[in-house]
């Protein structure tokens, strides 16, 4: 079975701190994800990587940086967290063959809370 | 670009009735087109998805959509609705570039009353 795993369900930090959120694939998917997901504006996507080593910025890149050392680990990187990066954080994976149809998996998201 | 509208932030129902749960998109290229399920305090997981094959697909638990490039929609249907199809759904589209990316609708949050 298909699994996606993020290091943390909860977590809370306060401003300023740098905040690591990582995410496991066991499926050998070459692509991988960072969502936040906000209520009313749906995911939105933070970064992507479809490669070790090679990123590329989503629709909302401040404030974050990634970091894909081996191909089954993405982690997503709060320089410094501020409030308004309390969010749900969602983490994805899918394969590069089939292209645009293949579906995301989803890891169960950290919902992380900057005080 | 590719974008995504889910007319209903919210749909209410009672259990045993039908669920609709309207989408439409737009985009430049032949999409492919998922829906996602989201329980509560859970990730997301595929119901459906349509990739140019039959415009009827069938999903997971009952649900279909139907996908009509005259309308551009892909609404989503179940013909009796179960109070375990309490969650919120969001309509996807495959993004124009070649690196696999979605593009998410602003979901919609089904509820069934007894």
């Known amino acids: 079975d298909v699994k996606v795993t993020q290091s943390s369900r909860y977590l809370v930090k306060r401003t300023g701190e740098k905040v690591f959120l990582e995410c496991v694939q066991d499926?050998?998917?070459?692509?991988m994800f960072w969502y936040r997901q906000d209520p009313g504006l749906g995911l939105r996507l933070i970064y992507f990587?479809?490669?070790?080593?090679?990123?590329e910025k989503g629709d909302i890149p401040e404030g974050y940086s990634v970091s894909r050392e081996k191909k089954e680990r993405f982690s997503l990187i709060l320089e410094s967290a501020s409030t308004n990066q309390t969010s749900m954080y969602l983490c994805?994976?899918?394969?590069?063959?089939?292209?645009?149809?293949?579906?995301?998996?989803f890891g169960p998201g950290t919902r992380l809370t900057v005080l | 670009a590719q974008s995504v509208t889910q007319l209903d932030s919210h749909v209410s129902v009672s259990e045993g009735t039908p669920v609709l749960l309207r989408c439409n998109y737009s985009?430049?290229?032949?999409?492919?087109l998922f829906w996602y399920v989201q329980h509560p305090n859970k990730g997301l997981q595929l119901l459906l998805k349509?990739?140019?094959?039959?415009?009827l697909v069938k999903g997971i638990n009952g649900f279909e959509a139907e996908f009509k490039k005259s309308e551009t929609s892909f609404h989503l249907t179940k013909p009796s609705a179960h109070m375990s199809d309490a969650a919120e759904y969001f309509c996807?589209?495959?993004?124009?570039?070649?690196?696999?990316?979605?593009?998410f609708g602003t979901g919609t949050r089904l509820l069934v009353s007894p």
């Open positions: 994805a994976s899918s394969l590069i063959a089939g292209g645009r149809h293949n579906e995301q998996f």
């Open positions: 499926m050998d998917h070459e692509n």
């Open positions: 990587s479809y490669d070790v080593k090679m990123k």
């Open positions: 985009s430049s290229y032949s999409p492919s």
């Open positions: 349509y990739t140019s094959a039959a415009t």
């Open positions: 996807v589209v495959s993004g124009d570039t070649g690196f696999q990316k979605l593009v």
